[in-house]
């Protein structure tokens, strides 16, 4: 059993979060490969995919949603588990249910699952016009993202590919 592990990532946190789901699932016994979506090149090659995105104002990626769009078939003709990373603060905003809309990439990977983690606000690393939407929203820097969650969710995965 090979899985692919990729996520389209702005500033890293998210890629962290599939290098995380990655070493999971080698220490489950499940062998995984993880990719920058960027240089995946066809998904055919694995028995199955776990891919995830950022989410910007409610959306995944660009990259990630051109992945889905080309890769469609492939992804829908093996078992494929989908994350998003995001929302941030205590309590997280966006909350779950405005955080991201996946209902279209769900349908066209048929994936068996979607899960929302939270993100990582580093103000540094933003550009102007996230600063001002980080402004905007009163957004509060940190890390957010919950590892014992992540690792949960990927020893599930794993759990499932060896039934």
Excluded: C
């Amino acid at each position: 059993m090979k899985v692919l592990v990729t996520a389209a990532s702005r500033h890293g946190a998210t890629q962290e979060i599939a290098e995380a789901i990655g070493r999971t699932l080698d220490g489950e016994g499940v062998t995984a490969s993880v990719a920058a979506i960027e240089d995946v090149g066809d998904p055919s090659e694995y028995d199955a995919v776990v891919l995830g995105s950022a989410v910007y104002m409610g959306r995944w990626l660009d990259s990630a949603t051109k992945f889905v769009e080309s890769r469609g078939s492939a992804l829908s003709s093996r078992p494929t588990w989908l994350f998003s990373s995001g929302p941030i603060g205590d309590p997280p905003r966006p909350n779950e249910s405005q955080a991201v809309d996946v209902d279209d990439v769900v349908s066209k990977t048929q994936a068996k699952g979607h899960k929302l983690f939270a993100g990582k606000l580093d103000k540094g690393k933003l550009g102007f016009g996230e600063r001002a939407v980080m402004l905007a929203f009163r957004a509060a820097e940190g890390d957010y993202r919950d590892w014992h969650e992540v690792e949960a969710w990927a020893r599930a995965i794993a759990g499932e590919l060896r039934r």
